[in-house]
């Protein structure tokens, strides 16, 4: 039996996002993978309206169930400091008179936030700043492929095939919608996919077959977001799946899925309230029913995308396909996709605690990597500008 201290690991789930009730239950899903013997897992909810709170009551899913949790004994607020001082959490920050305030140290992070505010770079910038291993994305890769238009972009960019599609302002489009809607048709025949750039769980998308509801699905979509991206829709096509895990120059593709959709699309409700668990086996098909061929092709995309975005950790990467013509399409990647895409890897033999522990490990990496880089360099530069006095400085950037 070894002796050795477990490694501290928070998991960060809820937060100020669409997508808040999906990430408790992958938050859990995570916690839970952790084995209790080596690993300290340090809960940490974000609410709805971004407050962040610890405690041991947040690890039990059942919980959640009203929204009270937040009230129960044992859960406290905290803080992520960015001070390196820290590396952790300051539990009760605001503490008065008769508590104090403590500091809990962290080894790493397992950040289980989906959408806007998790997903996007935000809290990944915070991880930067507190300089603790953090498992996923780095700051840009998670912004770049939050943003349907900008990922689109860097795919075309790189080889990566996708659909053709215009983008816009929600300005643009209360300015003068004529001009968007006749250039949209113009380009694109029915039906038409029209999305905000930056949300998920197919929230805020619609799907048009006429001009009628073109003009409603981007007056729905643009109260979600201040950019808009539409696209025509793939028919007959089928959606395909696939996770890349890895950092540095080792990367591994899973078993491909076939989601499957009850409607012309996969809503919310197909994804997380069609039975009791979110999306169930009955709802996607592993491995999916396409050709080795294709399904290589995609694995071989799927690689070639994560690197593309300086990806790291995980990705859910997905696809529209038509295996009749070979085509394909990547659609999105989701650097946190639910359930942390833990059901593809069962396929390709990692438990949902192999995962983790892999993806802790990629985390580690990725910080000693960044240690590498030097931050400071010290200069005379404040000598010379004092001595010389600020009046009649030119500026001290060129
Ligand atoms: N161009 C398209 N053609 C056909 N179906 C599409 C198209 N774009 C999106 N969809 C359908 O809509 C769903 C949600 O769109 P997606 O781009 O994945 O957004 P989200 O980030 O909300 O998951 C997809 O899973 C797919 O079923
Ligand atoms: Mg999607």
Redesign the pocket.
């Known amino acids: 039996m070894s002796s050795r201290r477990p490694t501290t690991i928070a998991v960060i789930f809820g937060g100020r996002s669409v997508e808040h009730d999906v990430s408790i239950v992958t938050g859990n899903q995570v916690m839970d993978a952790f084995p209790a013997d080596r690993y300290e897992v340090v809960p940490i909810y974000i609410s709805r309206d971004g407050k962040w709170y610890t405690g041991d009551p947040l690890r039990t899913l059942k919980n959640f169930e009203d929204e009270n949790v937040v009230n129960m004994d044992g859960v406290i607020s905290c803080v992520l400091s960015p001070d390196v001082r820290h590396h952790g959490l300051i539990l009760n920050p605001l503490a008065g008179r008769f508590s104090k305030s403590e500091i809990k140290r962290l080894d790493a992070i397992f950040p289980a936030v989906h959408g806007s505010h998790g997903e996007d770079g935000t809290l990944q910038g915070l991880f930067e700043l507190a300089d603790i291993p953090y498992v996923g994305y780095a700051t840009m890769g998670s912004g770049l492929t939050n943003d349907?238009v900008i990922t689109k972009m860097v795919m075309r960019q790189s080889n990566v095939p996708v659909?053709d599609d215009i983008h816009f302002s929600r300005d643009e489009w209360l300015d003068d919608p004529d001009a968007l809607i006749e250039k949209i048709t113009s380009k694109f025949t029915y039906p038409i996919?029209v999305?905000p750039a930056t949300?998920?769980?197919?929230?805020g998308?619609g799907?048009a077959d006429s001009e009628q509801l073109l003009r409603s699905s981007i007056d729905i979509a643009s109260n979600f977001d201040r950019r808009l991206i539409v696209?025509?829709?793939?028919?007959n096509?089928i959606?395909i799946n696939c996770s890349v895990m890895g950092f540095g120059n080792e990367f591994e593709a899973s078993t491909l899925e076939q989601?499957v959709?009850w409607d012309?699309?996969?809503s919310y409700e197909d994804k997380y309230l069609r039975g009791n668990e979110g999306m169930k086996s009955a709802d996607r098909v592993i491995p999916a029913p396409i050709s080795d061929e294709l399904t290589q092709r995609i694995k071989d995309i799927s690689i070639q995308a994560f690197k593309a975005v300086d990806g790291r950790g995980i990705a859910r990467i997905?696809y529209?396909v038509k295996p009749e013509t070979n085509e394909v399409y990547l659609?999105?990647i989701?650097t946190m996709p639910g359930s942390v895409s833990f059901y593809l890897w069962h396929e390709d033999g990692y438990s949902t605690t192999d995962v983790v522990e892999k993806l802790v490990k990629l985390a580690q990496s990725a910080n000693a990597v960044k240690r590498r880089n030097l931050y400071d360099y010290k200069t005379n530069l404040v000598a010379v500008a004092s001595n010389r006095g600020t009046k009649g400085t030119k500026g001290t950037k060129s």
Request: no cysteine; proline share 7%.
């Open positions: 349907k659909l996919f999305k949300l998920g769980s197919s929230i998308i799907r696209e025509p829709a793939m028919t096509g959606e989601p959709s012309e699309f996969l997905d529209l659609n999105e989701n």
